[in-house]
């Protein structure tokens, strides 16, 4: 048995479009019309978007008449400083280059004591600058030295560290493990000029081994006084110092010269 489905009746409201029916071909009526869109009305034309109705000239007079947000200088509602006014980036990474061309001119000089106030201020930019440019010169040289050098340089500071340690029975003065390690890398500028000089010097000769000896006494002579100064107990051990430093410049000279 057939289940009848109740149907709703089809209600047309009057501004849906209603057509007629045409005859069929063969009554002698014209063939129904083909289907064209409807064309759009002068403000729909003007706007193709109905639902988003803008004046885009209107926008754009709008816009320019706002203040820019960043025309005053930086900082909150304009009241921060300006470019012009903040610090160099060097300075804000803590490397102040004239300190470390005033420890480079008091080291350079081999007759003048080094200043020890200058190296007081203890840093880590000038001995690592001085280390770098010790590696380009052996690399120039054909040999890659500088994890060699990076290391042999943590173990001096240490070394010397701990000498001064048991020297002065825990009176180290000013002298902690940063500012030695920042001393014995400054005295490494005489090992860097040698490093630079090696390269026009003849190998396997007598001439390399007395220029080399001289720029060792150079080092030592600078960081013995150096630690001496800084190191309340220094001027009572001054010897030992100097010969812990003798054996850590010697070092170096040897990888220069082998």
Not at 23 to 49: C, E, I, K, M, Q
Request: glycine letters at 10%; charged letters at 10%; aromatic letters at 12%.
């Amino acid at each position: 048995m057939a289940k009848e489905f109740p149907v709703p009746p089809v209600v047309f409201t009057p501004s849906t479009p209603t057509h007629r029916r045409h005859p069929g071909p063969g009554v002698g009526a014209s063939p129904p019309p083909a289907f064209a869109p409807p064309r759009p009305s002068t403000s729909s034309a003007a706007n193709p978007l109905p639902f988003m109705s803008f004046d885009v000239s209107a926008a754009a007079a709008s816009s320019s008449s706002v203040p820019p947000l960043f025309a005053g200088p930086i900082g909150v509602g304009g009241s921060g400083a300006s470019f012009e006014d903040e610090p160099p980036l060097l300075e804000e990474l803590g490397i102040n280059t004239r300190q470390i061309w005033r420890k480079t001119i008091s080291i350079l000089h081999p007759l003048r004591s080094a200043d020890p106030s200058l190296h007081a201020d203890a840093d880590l930019s000038g001995p690592f600058l001085f280390l770098l440019s010790f590696g380009l010169f052996q690399l120039l040289a054909g040999k890659f030295h500088f994890g060699i050098v990076l290391g042999w340089v943590t173990v001096a500071s240490l070394f010397l560290y701990f000498v001064f340690s048991m020297l002065s029975g825990g009176r180290r003065g000013d002298l902690d493990l940063y500012r030695c390690v920042s001393l014995v890398g400054y005295c490494m500028l005489p090992m860097v000029i040698f490093s630079a000089v090696s390269l026009f010097l003849p190998r396997g000769g007598g001439l390399i081994f007395g220029v080399g000896m001289a720029f060792v006494i150079w080092s030592t002579r600078v960081c013995t006084r150096l630690l001496a100064e800084l190191a309340s107990s220094g001027d009572e051990h001054r010897g030992l110092i100097a010969y812990a430093c003798w054996l850590v410049y010697m070092l170096f000279s040897l990888l220069v010269i082998f």
